[in-house]
């Protein structure tokens, strides 16, 4: 695995703008106000379990953003996205003074009305879904062929949507629950896109070597118009694999927060309260997976890819 061009000096996990409104904090994102128009400033934060970790991760805030651009510039013509650019010199002249903490980590987006829902779509069954198969033989309430293991690949992605948590923990939902939520035309037109975005995208990186076993993705309103919003098939909102160390019947190696949760779960920490601090070796091992699968998939395949 090659190194990361980043250094524990890069590290920002948390970002004030004096004279900039704040409009609000994520997990890992500060998003400020800018009237019709969203400043969000991803952070080096990671979160695992829905917890905040005490360590950032360097380089991370510069990752998502240019990982969710590309995404933003080659879906667009599914679903259009709430982007309007990351180019610092081209941001309003109040956020100016500014520059050197936004280059890389920061976008210009339009204000949305976001959805209170997470559209997830699995093309392989792995984590929380293996976990309720083994159970139930569903994901979700979605019922799946008997006979399946663990990373094996469904017969068709599938749409699990989940409630979205600022604080604590996301819940996995039925369709009809959502449908409730946010009325059913826009669940069928949100699972629609959902499909079609993930289709789209893991033929796009499979030809790069790399797997989409799921995602997640989030949406806002615009004058009635559905917009993709937050970020995009990043290593945060998805697993990713390389397909040459994939097979059905075992947990691949993966280049995205996996990475972290494993070591999480030989700690004995019980996933509600204060973390452990995460050793240098786990600080490391992620910044390399997230920088290598942005230059995986930001790059042309070559032809044996």
């Given at each position: 695995m090659s190194s990361a061009p980043f250094s524990p000096a890069d590290v920002l996990t948390h970002i004030d703008l004096p004279g900039v409104k704040l409009y609000k904090r994520g997990k890992v994102r500060e998003v400020f106000d800018l009237g019709p128009n969203l400043l969000i400033v991803a952070t080096d934060r990671i979160s695992a379990f829905d917890v905040i970790m005490?360590?950032?991760i360097p380089g991370k805030g510069q990752v998502l953003t240019a990982l969710s651009q590309h995404w933003f510039d080659s879906l667009k013509d599914i679903v259009p996205n709430h982007s309007l650019g990351t180019e610092v010199d081209r941001f309003p002249i109040e956020l100016q003074p500014h520059r050197a903490v936004l280059a890389g980590r920061s976008m210009l987006c339009v204000k949305t009305e976001a959805q209170?829902?997470?559209?997830?779509?699995?093309?392989?069954?792995?984590?929380?879904?293996?976990?309720?198969?083994?159970?139930?033989?569903?994901?979700?309430?979605?019922?799946?062929?008997?006979?399946?293991?663990?990373?094996?690949?469904?017969?068709?992605?599938?749409?699990?949507?989940?409630?979205?948590a600022e604080?604590?923990?996301?819940?996995?939902?039925?369709?009809?629950?959502?449908?409730?939520?946010?009325?059913?035309?826009?669940?069928?037109?949100?699972?629609?896109?959902?499909?079609?975005?993930?289709?789209?995208?893991?033929?796009?990186?499979?030809?790069?070597?790399?797997?989409?076993?799921?995602?997640?993705?989030?949406?806002?309103v615009k004058d009635g118009k559905v917009m993709l919003i937050d970020e995009a098939l990043t290593p945060d909102s998805s697993r990713f694999w390389p397909r040459q160390g994939w097979r059905p019947g075992a947990n691949p190696p993966s280049l995205d927060k996996q990475f972290l949760r494993d070591w999480l779960e030989t700690t004995g920490w019980n996933k509600e309260g204060t973390p452990p601090r995460l050793p240098r070796e786990v600080i490391q091992g992620t910044t390399e997976r997230y920088a290598e699968i942005l230059a995986i998939l930001t790059r042309t395949p070559s032809p044996s890819a």
């Open positions: 005490a360590d950032g209170p829902v997470e559209c997830v779509v699995r093309g392989y069954l792995v984590g929380s879904g293996w976990k309720e198969y083994q159970k139930t033989g569903a994901v979700c309430g979605l019922p799946l062929p008997s006979g399946l293991d663990q990373a094996s690949r469904l017969p068709q992605p599938i749409f699990t949507p989940s409630t979205k604080t604590g923990h996301d819940q996995n939902i039925s369709r009809e629950q959502m449908a409730t939520l946010v009325g059913k035309e826009l669940t069928d037109k949100l699972e629609a896109v959902s499909l079609e975005l993930y289709r789209r995208a893991s033929a796009y990186a499979l030809e790069r070597g790399i797997i989409v076993a799921d995602t997640k993705f989030e949406f806002g």
